[in-house]
């Protein structure tokens, strides 16, 4: 969820929360109010009642208008001096309708005798005007509510958009091709500092692309020079005379070891380069065609080993690099034939979803760290690095790799 979308949720339904409370105070206010407006309108009418029993010694005559009823009874003496508004229902002898009302109800001395006086009026008005003031109220709060939704649905967008701008510049940002991050103009002061934050970071990251580019280059070239001079020297060696077995021994194993330690440098230079997105020919590659191609490649080691093969391969072309496709392919016909045992089974399926290559073999104890640099079984004479340079691969181009055992090890890239 986007940081204005839950702003906007959290700004209106906190402004919805306290514009219901503070309606639902208001509305009580206005209740009030107007209840002691009716509550002085009938003291009024008992004041007058008093009156006129005092001036002419006599009650008025009981009344019953459209808003105002007026009866007297005659109580015993304990209730002198009773007086006790409340609410009740009013029956409106015009329309012969049920009312909300308000009744007071007191008493008055008249010749030594305790009257009951009961003044009830009408609350028809006075709810009515409630229920204006609450739809004057409502519709306010909606239309606040509507516009606090408009407001910041398109300002805030419109606010953030040059947050939004400058995040799509560093998704689409490659050190590779030393481009920089224009800066976005606003005036805010945070998208400001965050402008000059994120040209800060990508100077930084392109210098430290450069330096590690001038030392790969350069310690390729310093490692090969040194190890093609030992390989010379090693040739021209072995043509001078005659040696022993022990000497030829020795020189043998300083001939594999040179080997391997050249074959180590190629790989760990391949591996920094790829993580560093150094090699950029990416172009379309039929995957079809370069499997069979590495198939007939590997076809002499499949009869040495006694290997049958089973194929499902459909047409499929991806964009990559060629030069790593072929690497790629390379590290898992070598990781299936190598591991296999004598007359196994090698299971190739090529599809537009998946390459999936499956191989027979003994377990392992290093399922879970396949793909780690340097991670191999003790009987295994490699160094460790081609399945962690396939993986790294697959990472560049978004692929997915996987591993899993059952009858047979399986590796699957999921294109």
Known sequence: MKLSSRYNQVNIFTSLIILVITGFIYYLFIHLILTNKLDKDLAVEEEEIRQYTHTYQKLPLPASYIDQQLSFTQAPDSLAGFREFSYVGYLNPKDNEEEPGRRLVTTVNLKGKTILITITKSRVESEDLVRVIFLITLAVTLILLISLFVINRFLLNRLWQ????????????????????????????????????????????RQDYKELKTFTDNASHEMMTPLAVINSKLDSLLQTEAFTAQQGAILEDIYQATGKLSRLHQSLLLLAK?????????????????VELKLRQFQELFEQGG????????????????????????????????????GGKIVIKLSEAALVISNSGKGFELRDHLFDRFSKSSESEGMGLGLAITKQICNLYGYEISYDHDEMHTFSILF
């Open 307 to 342: 290997l049958s093969l089973e194929l499902d391969l459909e047409n499929k072309t991806v964009h990559m690099s060629r030069y790593l496709a072929d690497i790629s392919l390379n590290n898992l016909f070598s990781n299936a034939v190598r591991h296999n045992i004598k």
């Open 162 to 205: 040059p947050f939004y701008n400058i995040l799509k510049k560093m998704k689409s940002f490659e050190v590779s091709k030393m481009e920089t991050i224009t800066a976005e103009p606003t005036k805010i002061d945070e998208f400001i500092e965050l402008n000059s934050s994120v040209n800060a970071m990508a100077s930084r990251v």
């Open 274 to 290: 790829i993580e560093n997105n150094l090699i950029a020919d990416t172009q379309d590659v039929d995957f079809k065609l370069l």
